[in-house]
């Protein structure tokens, strides 16, 4: 039996895996090198495949992912590392201009990825904490991921790598070490579009990605032993494209639906999943489809502002119960 | 705030030298061809001189055609950009490049397409956005690539190909491959940050990339006085310590020498060059631009330099051409363009559905027969030219 290991290690080993079996694949990124990245996901690899393929870069976010996307037109496969996924935005144009629309302007396949931790509860303030998926839901051509469990760190890494788009995917930084489960050691992927039951249960639909859907499974255990109430989890683990069939089949069976994320709410990818529902689903509905999410504020940087912000088990439950009741 | 008072001419035209001395200075240090017999390290074979004339014409005139009559004649969607006057910079430039080599081109780079082989019909068939187009209607203009003759297909975002370029010749290097990468860009794009990223990684790669400035002295309508404060864009070379040189980007013998000098460098693995041209746009912005912000002198002044006008006079006095040849060359570009105008307007609109298609990568999509069929083309037209690959 392997021992349990975290989701860092996941994703470091999905990484890892892929440039044994692949040459094209290589890391660039600030500080991936001789430190092993912020938070370390990196640590060991230059050691291993040397400066040609784990490359430390300036400071210079568009140049890293502009870097990737030309690399990957000379048939490479490279990973690039935000140091936190905040800094993204400055890469925002070569991603959304040149990234996304690669194969629908001139047909050449773009794999890359982009990845970096992402997430708030760590008190990391504006600029370390956000949820950049809404920022590029509203991109045709980019693929979003973001895993919740061990297995599909892994499982996802391994998939993007292999995409032949590119990818962002979003490591949840207060799951890096606060996860750990044993995973096979075959090689198996999780493929991207395709969501999970995380929990099954008659009543209620809560669809639901990364450190989220940690708190939709504590919120549903309270709420079965407390109210009788049987949540029904879908961790979505993709983002963009979304699993369309898994939300609607959940739907069906449970009549009523909850999207829980933690990005903010106005523009967030809820308002999209909750539109979804309505337009397919209308005649399944016993209520109205929910949201929670955060409001719509920078991430604050003090714990109680921040504990107000972050949606959790307890704004779950309460939505929970509202919604049973109508 | 202390903006520059310019100082206008009698008809009350904004001097574009008085906004910007160093211009005058960089125009007359390069109208004058080099005083007597001046050698360069690297030169055109006598075919190649007959090719790059060939080709500055054939970029000349393809167009000519496109803006000025296809467009009046309402059959290109959207708008034209041409890069008139320019044609030594892209033609030289794609001289010097061998199978293998990358180049992400400007939207006054058509000779860089048409030199790689791009077929001049698909260039029509690409600005009527048909289905045939490099770019299947998906894109106009000179947005089209292939990366199977080493052209990046360009966005609008000037300057973003400074990052690209610079992962194209990192994954050369990774490869151990001896190739070289181009990125092409205005003097007005050089003052995005993406140039300053893409040049400084390369910079301490020492990445096989070559940064070739068109320096045509506007950016839409700003001239240089507002988009920069050096002297030369390639002093600019010393804050990368990296070499750069500002010659006449109008002069076929400069052009071919310094691209020529600075990939050999970078295929030898000294790193990375900048090459600032100085030419002049001689056209508006784009076909709907009269350029009334550029005094009338200015054009006229820059007729003179024209780069294929004094080539033709350079090949003359070398006596490798005769007005007869040169009558020759221009009828059977004429005949091409012509017959290419024909087929592009003769290719069918992409169907409306076709829209939906290739969002994401697909094994099945009409890309990879499209690519196919220009393979054949474009294979077919470089085994014609003497280049160097
Ligand atoms: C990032 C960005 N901003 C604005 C534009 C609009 N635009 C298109 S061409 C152009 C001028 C470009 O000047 P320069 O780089 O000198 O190239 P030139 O057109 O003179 O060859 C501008 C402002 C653009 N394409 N990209
Ligand atoms: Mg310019």
Redesign the pocket.
């Known amino acids: 039996m392997p021992e349990p290991i975290t989701y860092l290690e996941a994703i470091k080993q999905g990484m890892w895996e892929e440039m044994e079996r692949d040459e094209s694949v290589f890391i660039l990124g600030e500080d991936v090198g001789v430190y092993g990245g912020a938070f370390r996901v990196t640590e060991g690899m230059l050691e291993r495949f040397g400066e040609m393929r784990v490359i430390d870069t300036p400071i210079s976010e568009s140049l890293i992912v502009g870097a990737a996307s030309g690399a990957a037109l000379m048939g490479m496969k490279p990973i690039a590392e935000m140091q936190f996924i905040d800094f993204i935005s400055c890469a925002f144009?070569q991603i959304t201009n040149f990234a996304a629309t690669c194969f629908y302007r001139c047909g050449e396949p773009l794999p890359i990825v982009i990845r970096g931790p992402a997430g708030g509860g760590t008190h990391g303030g504006p600029f370390h904490s956000k949820n950049v998926e809404s920022i590029f839901f509203n991109t045709p051509g980019l693929k979003i991921v973001q895993p919740a469990t061990v297995y599909d760190a892994k499982g996802l890494m391994k998939s993007a790598i292999r995409d032949p788009n590119p990818v962002i995917y979003l490591e949840h930084k207060l799951l890096y070490r606060r996860i750990k489960d044993t995973i096979p050691e075959d090689d198996f992927t999780v493929p991207i579009g395709e969501a999970r039951i995380a929990r099954g249960g008659r009543d209620i639909s809560v669809i639901t990605y990364g450190a989220m859907v940690w708190s939709a499974l504590e919120a549903a255990e309270k709420l079965s032993k407390e109210d009788g109430i049987e949540l029904e989890v879908v961790d979505l683990r993709s983002i963009l494209p979304y699993d369309k069939d898994m939300i609607l089949d959940s739907v069906k069976r449970t009549n009523r639906a909850i999207i829980l994320h933690e990005a903010t709410l106005t523009g967030g990818p809820g308002g999209e999943f909750a539109s979804f529902i309505a337009e397919n689903g209308f005649d399944y509905l016993d209520a109205p489809v929910v949201r929670v999410a955060a409001p719509d504020t920078p991430v604050p940087y003090s714990p109680p502002l921040e504990n107000f912000f972050l949606p959790n088990a307890e704004r779950l439950i309460k939505a929970v119960r509202k919604l049973a009741e109508y | 705030m202390g903006a520059k008072k310019a100082k206008t001419t009698q008809k009350g035209e904004v001097s574009v030298y008085a906004l910007n001395p160093r211009l005058k200075k960089a125009f007359e240090a390069t109208l004058e061809p080099p005083k007597g017999k001046k050698t360069y390290e690297i030169s055109p074979t006598k075919e190649q001189k007959i090719e790059i004339l060939r080709y500055m014409k054939l970029t000349r005139s393809i167009e000519d055609r496109i803006e000025q009559k296809l467009y009046r004649q309402g059959k290109i969607v959207g708008g034209v950009?041409v890069?008139r006057g320019?044609e030594a910079i892209s033609v030289c430039t794609a001289m010097h490049m061998k199978k293998g080599d990358v180049a992400s081109p400007?939207?006054?780079d058509m000779g860089i397409f048409l030199v790689r082989g791009v077929p001049p019909r698909r260039v029509i068939a690409q600005y009527m956005g048909r289905r045939n187009g490099l770019a299947r209607g998906r894109d106009g203009n000179l947005h089209m690539g292939y990366m199977n003759i080493g052209l990046i297909s360009p966005i609008?975002?000037?300057?973003?190909n400074a990052p690209v370029i610079s992962g194209v010749t990192l994954a050369m290097k990774q490869k151990g491959l001896k190739n070289v990468g181009f990125c092409m860009?205005?003097?007005?794009?050089?003052?995005?940050g993406d140039w300053h990223e893409g040049i400084n990684f390369c910079s301490i790669h020492k990445l096989p990339a070559i940064f070739i400035i068109?320096?045509?002295?506007?950016?839409?309508s700003?001239p240089t006085s507002l988009?920069y404060n050096a002297e030369k864009l390639s002093d600019r070379a010393v804050g990368y310590g990296i070499p750069g040189e500002t010659i006449d980007g109008n002069d076929v013998y400069q052009m071919f020498d310094s691209v020529g000098r600075a990939v050999k460098r970078a295929r030898d693995g000294k790193g990375p060059t900048i090459i600032e041209c100085i030419t002049f746009?001689m056209t508006g912005?784009?076909a709907h631009d009269d350029a009334g912000y550029v005094p009338g002198k200015h054009f006229e002044d820059w007729k003179k330099k024209d780069p294929i006008e004094r080539w033709v006079k350079t090949l003359k006095a070398e006596k490798l051409i005769t007005d007869a040849i040169l009558k020759k060359m221009d009828s059977e570009i004429n005949e091409e363009i012509i017959a290419a105008a024909d087929w592009g307007e003769a290719q069918a609109l992409p169907e409306p559905e076709e829209c939906l298609e290739d969002v994401y990568y697909n094994q099945e999509s009409k890309w990879f027969a499209l690519k196919e069929e220009i393979k054949e083309e474009t294979d077919a037209r470089a085994n014609n030219l003497s280049r160097s690959d």
């Open positions: 144009d | 950009y890069g320019q400007t939207h006054r609008s975002h000037l300057g973003f860009n205005g003097e007005g794009a050089t003052s995005r068109n320096n045509n002295q506007f950016s839409y700003t988009s746009r912005h784009s």
